[in-house]
């Protein structure tokens, strides 16, 4: 492998890590706060990402624009799910589980009855549709602003988690639901908030990641599954742990397919029994006390 | 005569004639018992990553027999429809409650070679008849009760390993979806081009469905021309990708009719003068049977036809053809034979059988242009009755 071809590897791999972390930041702060295992994140990811191509694509509006839509409209449906069904099947996860696993297709149906079965390919905006070289290679500039996208949440997030009051009352409620409310702290409200937050980061990731993976009906499933083994690996309700598993996974996946291709689809769930044997909380992960 | 008595007379005359009427129309006549309905049973893919090929493919499917009026040879045709959900085990599920409870006739479909190859031994010991839509694998041939169209997959590449020889390319890395499909297509062209003097310096095989192929199109070592088939959602990915990264091999698209206008427009400038194999159809073929299947397609649905448009039409007037032949008789051992001496001039062009039961029908050499202001796969050089060489079924 030359160097030009190791560099573009790796910027392969952090900037799908970076779709990652948009898509896996979201569900970590709901299940690691409300504990709630939300399996319709991938599926408010293909929302977003396809309510995103219509804005931009079809209709060739402003691409921040559509980017907006896709977390409001992703952002919307996660609250419509949380306060119609979630929020009477409190601490039943089996029942999560399978509610919102149900929802993975219903929202599947309806993007296919509304959009179709046709896979929409990329699209970005105008001014991050060309390139830049590196050596004799191009290198996109649209995933370029994904790794700066997820590097400016990253850093907000955290700021936000650890250096805010919300941020304090997150994290206590993470550590210890009980007595956060018993400080006086309306959770609940909160949590609402929260999901709202991390449903819209799904929707948005879906149109940041649509600049090269496209939008197709398989990513309720497929993206979903990733954005798990993310979890798993640098942990729950944890902005670092997340940014962490993101970058393992998509460096590993981007590494794995050009040195291994034929176990690149093994390695990272390699990677993730290894952390699970190691380091059941993930490499990062906050441990809620029960 | 007395008011009451008359009114007495005619309601007694009414009666005797509704109770002569509820006779005559309860008595079976042998015309009314013969018109007993063809059941027909199709497995298509309309949900999972097949429903891209499975949704339009019902459309056709429904336009032709909406064309007959539901009907062939004085017969009613009774269409139960299933998804397969783009999965084998789904698929061979379906099979058997067809065949077991709804009774069907006859199946048309699936679509994807996987869920072929589940259903297909059932089939045989079921002594039904398949029909393959959009290709098969030549495995199939040794069940002796399947009908394919427009070939085997393996022959859908051979005229382009041809065409690159041709060209004066003299190595080749490919790249496949990494299931039975992906190994025949991709197959098919690299034989071909090794057969007549080229090397193939590298094979890669990826599962469909994956997200990201930006790391497997930095692997790919530097060859005279870059040979690719996988399914259309990841087909425009790697596209689009391979022009990001800049890479400037040139491509040839197997079963270039996969991507139809509004993806190649998804694409754009790049993909111009690309050169692919249309393995079966195009809107732009130039016979009557087609710009009368666009006219009509175009009217029912607001669109225009693609790859799996023509496929599935194709198919449906191949099982309506056989079915006139036999004068409405569906049996495996009627039909088959019957479709097999057919000559048909289809939307695809001509059409015949092998004895194989796969078609022998055209390939086109297409690139892409810009028509009309629209993107389009132009045909510019046709290969005719193509078969696989491996087929010996005489």
Redesign the interface.
């Known amino acids: 492998m030359t160097l030009n071809v190791f560099v573009i590897n790796l910027l392969n791999g952090i900037s799908f890590g970076s779709v990652l972390f948009l898509l896996a930041s979201g569900l970590s702060i709901i299940f690691g706060l409300m504990g709630i295992l939300n399996l319709s994140h991938g599926a408010l990811y293909m929302v977003g990402a396809y309510v995103g191509w219509t804005v931009a694509a079809k209709y060739g509006l402003n691409f921040g624009l559509a980017v907006l839509a896709g977390g409001l409209t992703a952002g919307a449906l996660g609250l419509f799910i949380e306060q119609g069904f979630l929020r009477r099947l409190y601490k039943q996860l089996n029942e999560q589980v399978l509610l919102t696993f149900g929802f993975v297709y219903i929202l599947t149906n309806l993007c296919l009855w509304i959009w179709g079965p046709l896979a929409r390919p990329a699209f970005t905006a105008d001014f991050l549709s060309g390139s830049f070289p590196i050596g004799h290679w191009s290198y996109p500039i649209a995933r370029a602003g994904i790794i700066i996208t997820g590097l400016v949440l990253a850093v907000g997030l955290w700021w936000l988690q650890n250096r805010t009051r919300v941020g304090a009352i997150v994290r206590a409620g993470m550590d210890d639901k009980e007595m956060t409310m018993g400080l006086g702290v309306n959770l609940k409200k909160v949590s609402v908030v929260l999901f709202f937050v991390g449903s819209f980061l799904a929707g948005f990731a879906g149109v940041i990641g649509a600049q090269f993976l496209g939008v197709n009906l398989e990513f309720g499933i497929n993206i979903l599954l990733l954005a798990l083994v993310v979890i798993v690996i640098g942990g729950m309700g944890s902005v670092e742990g997340t940014l962490l598993g993101s970058m393992v996974i998509g460096i590993i996946d981007a590494f794995g397919k050009a040195l291994f291709p034929g176990l690149a689809m093994f390695l990272i769930y390699f990677v993730m029994i290894i952390v699970l044997l190691v380091r059941p909380a993930g490499l990062l992960g906050r441990m809620q006390k029960e | 005569m007395r008011r009451d008595g008359s009114l007495g007379l005619i309601i007694g005359g009414v009666m005797v004639m509704l109770l002569v009427a509820a006779l005559l129309v309860s008595i079976p006549t042998p015309g009314f018992a013969a018109a007993k309905p063809i059941k027909m049973g199709v497995i298509l893919e309309l949900?999972?990553?097949g429903?891209?090929?499975?949704?339009?493919a019902k459309q056709s499917i429904e336009l032709r027999l909406e064309q007959c009026h539901y009907e062939i040879a004085g017969r009613p045709i009774k269409v139960v429809w299933e998804d397969d959900q783009t999965s084998p085990a789904t698929a061979i599920l379906k099979a058997k409650k067809l065949v077991e409870l709804d009774k069907v006739d006859f199946i048309l479909g699936p679509i994807f070679s996987d869920a072929q190859d589940s259903i297909a031994p059932y089939l045989a010991r079921q002594h039904i008849m398949g029909m393959a839509p959009i290709g098969a694998s030549l495995e199939l041939e040794k069940y002796a009760n399947w009908i394919v169209f427009p070939g085997s997959l393996y022959s859908f590449g051979i005229p382009l390993g041809d065409y690159a020889y041709g060209k004066g390319y003299r190595t080749m890395t490919t790249l496949g979806a990494d299931y039975i499909a992906g190994y025949r297509f991709v197959n098919g062209v690299a034989d071909r081009f090794k057969a007549k003097g080229g090397s193939v310096i590298q094979q890669?095989?990826?599962?469909y469905?994956t997200?990201?192929y930006?790391?497997?199109l930095?692997?790919m070592k530097k060859a005279d021309v870059f040979a690719v088939w996988t399914i259309?959602?990841d087909m425009?990915?790697i596209?689009?990708?391979y022009y990001?990264?800049?890479l400037k091999m040139p491509i040839l698209i197997i079963e270039a009719d996969n991507l139809?206008s509004?993806?190649l427009a998804?694409?754009g400038k790049p993909l111009l003068g690309t050169k692919g194999m249309i393995a079966a159809y195009t809107q732009r073929l130039d016979y009557p049977a087609n710009h009368e299947f666009v006219k009509e397609l175009k009217a029912k649905y607001g669109r225009s036809p693609d790859m799996i448009d023509g496929c599935a039409y194709t198919c449906m007037s191949t099982y309506l053809a056989g079915l006139e032949a036999t004068k409405g008789d569906p049996h495996l051992g009627v039909l088959r034979p019957a479709i097999l001496k057919l000559k048909l001039n289809t939307p695809a062009g001509p059409v015949s059988f092998a004895p194989s039961g796969f078609a022998l029908s055209n390939r086109y050499m297409a690139e892409v242009k810009l028509i009309d202001e629209k993107y389009a796969w132009d045909p510019f050089k046709t290969y005719t009755k193509v078969r696989d060489p491996r087929d010996k079924v005489e």
């Open positions: 949900t999972g990553p429903a891209s090929y499975g949704v339009p890669q095989w990826v599962p469905g997200s990201d930006a790391p497997y930095t692997a259309a959602p425009l990915t596209l689009k990708q990001q990264l800049g139809n509004s993806q998804g694409i």
